[in-house]
Nanobody, 124 residues
Framework: QVQLVESGGGLVQPGGSLRLSCAAS????????MGWFRQAPGKEREFVAT????????SYSASVKGRFAISRDNAKNTVYLQMNSLKSEDTAVYYC?????????????????WGQGTQVTVSS
């Protein structure tokens, strides 16, 4: 089965940190770019971060730049999102996705496979 499974979500206080993981199985991973997106209640899905297949290139949305970091471990078929200095506006369901090629991409249409998401809630 083709699967992208996110984990690591939960409840955290403002200013806290959380690390999300996305494990891929049943599909090629190392030669493809990966991305993280998020969707808050009543809002459209938005781009968060992306990393190229080899891990040499990354790109972030302006709202998370300097606070979040994307990375990958191709030996484990896993991509990570380290989230620091969390704010209430970061509350959303976070999704990982695999791209169509090896490059970075910020458009949802550039991704072929999607996980089911993991909930992140930032609240005091």
């Amino acid at each position: 089965q083709v699967q992208l499974v996110e984990s690591g979500g939960g409840l955290v206080q403002p200013g806290g940190s959380l690390r999300l993981s996305c494990a891929a199985s049943g599909l090629p991973f190392s030669s493809y770019g990966m991305g993280w997106f998020r969707q808050a209640p009543g809002k459209e899905r938005e781009f968060v971060a992306t990393v190229s297949g080899g891990g040499g290139f990354t790109s972030y949305s302006a709202s998370v730049k300097g606070r979040f970091a994307i990375s990958r471990d191709n030996a484990k078929n896993t991509v990570y999102l380290q989230m620091n200095s969390l704010k209430s506006e970061d509350t959303a369901v976070y999704y990982c996705a695999r791209g169509r090629n090896s490059g970075v991409a910020s458009r949802a249409s550039s991704y072929e496979y999607w996980g089911q998401g993991t909930q992140v809630t930032v609240s005091s």
